[in-house]
């Protein structure tokens, strides 16, 4: 005999998760997703491979990629750790690696098969999906009794999780819809904001750039003249300004860039220090001795981007490297090992990899992923004011919050 009728709405990696534990314990459990198929966003995660999680086994090193409301999910990483889920995923027959930064993917660089994984999972544990998209709540005696999907259709329950995404990525079907359900349901909802999204910048330079990726690059993002954060890794120019897995994370540790004055500085060279760096100049230009100066860089950049340092430099394109002097030579060096770029705003929130704001974790317990409001709603994942930096750490966020709610409801 089945326990409860439990209702989770949305079949991403928050719902699958929890559908398939509600369902372990013996509860009838729907999982109402408004997608013909269940977790598109996971699809795209990854750049379609899907950085499942991060290879960080210490809570508290856990913790520390958490710059949104971090206390609130001890509970939920102490139940279902990175290597549950390495644990889980490769249990169900998909093989996983780790690469650099401890990000964790398929080794078949498929996002599907992790996809395929969880759907199976959900399933095989009892879980049942229904295609369709909640539009409200019913209530009795000051809790929730039934769902109302689009098109008037009523599903009874006894206890309901909103595991609906946030609003970024709105073509998966993360369009904000729990954030009115919440709010319906008596919830506060806090300011969202886009999140491990890509920067527009301003300077003139930039269009010239577009579509150039660099590696092996740092940078250092600066709000006014402080310092507040420094990454080392991959970016891309794009014509809008910058993206890539730094810039994706520099964006995290930013409030909004119209109100605020943020610019990044880029070191081409990090790995050569200021003395060695200028050595490396002096070889280049002694074996370009009679070449134009815009002709002697090939060797230490990109083709694309030489252009433009010849510019910034302002050293005469056509001056040979033979005449160049000293004090030109080291303005070379500075800029090399500091391009500064002034930001001005986000992207869309459409364009971030997740949403920052959601759900008030005051309003929720953290032990159970139940509202403190009504007492048969609970939540997972993005749809709660939770955010961490990129590397597969929001994905854990939505495991380990969906694990939680699934044993609890």
């Not at 909802?189 to 740092?218: D, H, M, R, W, Y």
């Not at 910058?242 to 081409?268: F, T």
């Not at 490297?321 to 800029?335: A, D």
């Not at 709660?384 to 380990?400: E, K, M, P, R």
Request: include cysteine.
């Amino acid at each position: 005999m089945k326990d409860k009728r439990v209702i989770i709405i949305g079949g991403g990696a928050a719902g699958l998760i929890a559908g398939a534990e509600s369902a372990k314990r013996g509860n009838e459990t729907l999982i109402v997703e408004k997608m013909e198929r269940p977790a598109r966003k996971l699809m795209i995660t990854g750049k379609g491979r899907c950085n499942v999680t991060n290879a960080c086994f210490d809570l508290n090193e856990l913790i520390s990629n958490v710059p949104t409301n971090p206390r609130f999910l001890y509970s939920a990483f102490s139940a279902f750790m990175p290597y549950d889920t390495i644990s889980l995923i490769e249990s169900l027959g998909v093989h996983v690696k780790t690469e650099r930064g401890n990000r964790v993917f398929p080794v078949s660089d498929k996002a599907v098969d992790i996809v395929d994984a969880l759907v199976k999972n959900a399933e095989m544990s009892g879980a049942v999906f229904k295609h369709g998209t909640v539009k409200a709540f019913e209530y009795s005696d000051g809790i929730i009794s039934a769902v109302i999907l689009e098109g008037g259709e009523r599903l009874k329950c006894d206890a309901v999780a909103i595991c609906t995404g946030g609003v970024s990525y709105p073509l998966t079907g993360s369009t904000g819809d729990g954030y009115t359900l919440a709010k319906s349901a008596g919830h506060t909802v806090t300011e969202l904001k886009p999140s491990l999204v890509p920067l527009v910048a301003s300077n003139n330079f930039i269009p010239k750039l577009q579509g150039l990726s660099l590696k092996n690059v740092s940078i250092k993002l600066f709000e006014g003249e402080k310092e507040v954060y420094r990454d080392f890794g991959e970016m891309l120019f794009t014509h809008y300004g910058v993206s890539g897995p730094i810039i994706l994370s520099a964006s995290a540790h930013m409030k909004s860039p119209r109100d605020k004055s943020y610019k990044l500085s880029l070191d081409l060279k990090p790995a050569l220090d200021f003395i060695t760096l200028d050595k490396r100049l002096v070889r280049v230009f002694e074996e370009n001795n009679n070449k134009d100066f815009i002709n002697s860089l090939s060797s230490l950049l990109p083709n694309k981007l030489i252009p433009v340092i010849v510019k910034l430099s302002g050293i005469e394109p056509s001056k040979k490297c033979n005449s160049i002097t000293r004090e030109e030579r080291q303005r070379l060096v500075s800029l090399l090992k500091n391009i500064e770029i002034d930001i001005t705003d986000f992207r869309p929130i459409e364009d971030a990899v997740v949403t920052s704001g959601g759900v008030n974790v005051k309003e929720i317990e953290p032990k159970t992923m139940r509202s403190k409001l009504i007492p048969n709603l609970y939540f997972a994942g993005e749809v709660i004011d939770v955010d961490a930096y990129t590397g597969g750490f929001n994905l854990q966020i939505a495991f380990s919050t969906g694990y939680l709610c699934g044993n609890n409801i």
